[in-house]
């Protein structure tokens, strides 16, 4: 079980590096900078879908799960990729789509072309215009009429998403053979997308409405998802696909729930997901009593023999340093590289990379999430090294000085924070798979104690704080020199900043 001790890096392919002159980054991209990802130090890259896709969710709209779309390369430049990535050590996990397929999926072509096709039912079709109150996570509503065989269907996401029927045995025997494929390509694991959404109430019961939504009631949070996510039977879902994946390959699940229903996803013995993604902390307030709460109600609600692990950022959800605050990034990755169980960092988090402004011309997600998709800035050079000097990048840059080449000149920037963070937990069994206490829960300070004799301290504010912790300093946020310190009678923390100390050194 490498993703214990492990890290995963998530890639998101369109972004990395551009190969071919684009400007949409692209297999061999990621192939290339494998040297860069081993020296950061994580253990795992997550890939985004490079799968054939009309791209009207860049990705997640797949025409053909087995293979490669063109703006990314092909199976050859896949089998590369993940050739490079092993001769660095590094694990390669693939995003796994389960919910639906694109329209222009051959499976949903036949679906849709008349009642009696033999694949109508691989899809959720049903009488009325629309048949429910259901609503589409992206908005409006979640039927789309079809004139041509007079019926609607169901689509979680955009209307070019269909969702596929997984009551049906062949979906399931059709979707499962997917992982068969890519697994037998070499992968190390999956992470499957929309969890909860696979299965949906077979008597289509409308969603109550939310009491607390105060926007358009076509908006997604107007309704609680009551008979849309989450069903209980979801969990067999969760379990056909673990049997696919086993035990030797990861099995990460995107699932958005409260707590006391996330940890469900673990599931019973061999049954469930290893590492159900547990996004809280992007959602919690920033505050250090707020905080350790959220971990305490974490660790307790955690069933026997399971794995914790902690998100910060990714494709869907605004930067982490744009969310906290210049102020509180160094902060946020001690913490996320400090807590009990297996971080997911998201590409660009680790140089402290912000939401770039997209003016509206530019726009091209429907659902807003250009901002943390800019692409990664290389240099500072045109092109920032990830595509040629005047060729357009899909989507725009950000500011030029915030750059990788500048931070590896600099001993003290964002990048050295991760590369140290990431060394300091691979020695260290305390930071890797030691115990989680709360030392000082607010309200400045967040402080706890790993495995038998690492403390880490945070101030969570933008004022001088002291931490009760005692030891000697290993490592700080601001990695100035304090290394070595000893602390007795409490430790001074200028604004924002961390340290992990050695105790009873
Ligand atoms: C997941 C993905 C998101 C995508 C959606 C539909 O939430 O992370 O990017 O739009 O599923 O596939």
């Known amino acids: 079980m490498w993703w214990r001790r492990g890290v995963v890096y998530e890639v998101y392919p369109r972004s990395f590096q551009d190969t071919d002159g684009d400007g949409v980054g692209d297999l061999r991209g990621v192939a290339g900078r494998m040297p860069y990802i081993a020296d950061l130090g994580v253990d795992a890259i997550w890939l985004t879908p490079f799968f054939a896709s009309p791209m009207r969710d860049f990705g997640y709209d797949i025409s053909d799960h087995c293979a490669v779309d063109p703006s990314f390369g092909t199976l050859e430049d896949f089998d590369a990729l993940v050739a490079a990535a092993h001769d660095h050590g590094i694990k390669v996990v693939l995003d796994f789509v389960p919910n639906h397929t694109s329209d222009l999926h051959p499976w949903f072509e036949a679906s849709r072309s008349s009642r009696e096709s033999a694949k109508r039912d691989w899809y959720i079709w049903r009488d009325g215009n629309p048949p429910n109150n259901w609503v589409a996570v992206f908005g409006g509503p979640a039927w789309e009429w079809d004139e041509a065989t007079g019926q609607s269907y169901y689509h979680a996401y955009l209307p070019e998403q269909p969702d596929l029927d997984w009551r049906n045995p062949e979906v399931r025997g059709a979707m499962l053979a997917v992982l068969r494929f890519w697994k037998a390509r070499g992968v190390d694991g999956f992470r499957v997308d929309a969890m909860r959404q696979v299965l949906k109430d077979p008597s289509l019961r409308d969603n109550p409405r939310n009491p607390e939504h105060r926007g358009p009631a076509s908006e997604y949070a107007s309704l609680i998802p009551e008979f849309t996510t989450d069903l209980d039977e979801v969990q067999e879902v969760v379990a056909a696909i673990r049997s696919e994946i086993g035990d030797e390959h990861l099995f990460m699940a995107e699932v958005t729930a409260p707590i006391e229903r996330l940890v469900r996803y673990y599931g019973a013995e061999g049954e469930g997901a290893h590492l159900p993604f547990n996004f809280h902390l992007i959602f919690n307030d920033w505050s250090a009593d707020a905080i350790a709460s959220l971990i305490e109600r974490y660790e307790s609600?955690?069933?026997?023999?399971?794995?914790?692990?902690?998100?910060?950022?990714?494709?869907?959800?605004?930067?982490?340093?744009?969310?906290?605050?210049?102020?509180?990034?160094?902060?946020?990755?001690?913490?996320?590289?400090?807590?009990?169980?297996?971080?997911?960092?998201?590409?660009?988090?680790?140089?402290?990379?912000?939401?770039?402004?997209?003016?509206?011309?530019?726009?091209?997600?429907?659902?807003?999430?250009?901002?943390?998709?800019?692409?990664?800035?290389?240099?500072?050079?045109?092109?920032?090294?990830?595509?040629?000097?005047?060729?357009?990048?899909?989507?725009?840059?950000?500011?030029?000085?915030?750059?990788?080449?500048?931070?590896?000149?600099?001993?003290?920037?964002?990048?050295?924070?991760?590369?140290?963070?990431?060394?300091?937990?691979?020695?260290?069994?305390?930071?890797?798979?030691?115990?989680?206490?709360?030392?000082?829960?607010?309200?400045?300070?967040?402080?706890?104690?790993?495995?038998?004799?690492?403390?880490?301290?945070?101030?969570?504010?933008?004022?001088?704080?002291?931490?009760p912790v005692r030891g000697e300093i290993v490592l700080t946020t601001e990695l100035d020199g304090r290394e070595g310190e000893r602390v007795d009678g409490g430790l001074a923390l200028r604004p924002g900043e961390g340290a992990i100390l050695r105790e009873g050194a």
């Open 301 to 467: 609600a955690l069933p026997e023999g399971a794995w914790p692990n902690w998100v910060l950022g990714n494709h869907d959800q605004s930067r982490v340093a744009s969310r906290v605050g210049p102020g509180q990034a160094r902060v946020a990755a001690m913490l996320l590289l400090t807590l009990r169980g297996t971080p997911t960092i998201y590409f660009g988090d680790e140089l402290g990379m912000v939401d770039v402004e997209v003016p509206p011309e530019r726009v091209v997600d429907p659902a807003g999430r250009d901002p943390e998709r800019s692409p990664m800035p290389w240099t500072g050079e045109p092109g920032r090294g990830f595509c040629a000097a005047g060729v357009e990048p899909w989507l725009p840059f950000g500011d030029a000085s915030l750059n990788a080449a500048a931070q590896e000149a600099d001993p003290r920037s964002m990048l050295a924070l991760h590369r140290r963070l990431l060394a300091l937990r691979r020695d260290s069994d305390d930071l890797a798979e030691g115990a989680y206490a709360t030392l000082v829960a607010g309200p400045e300070v967040l402080a706890y104690r790993r495995g038998t004799g690492t403390a880490v301290a945070l101030n969570l504010t933008g004022a001088p704080a002291v931490a």
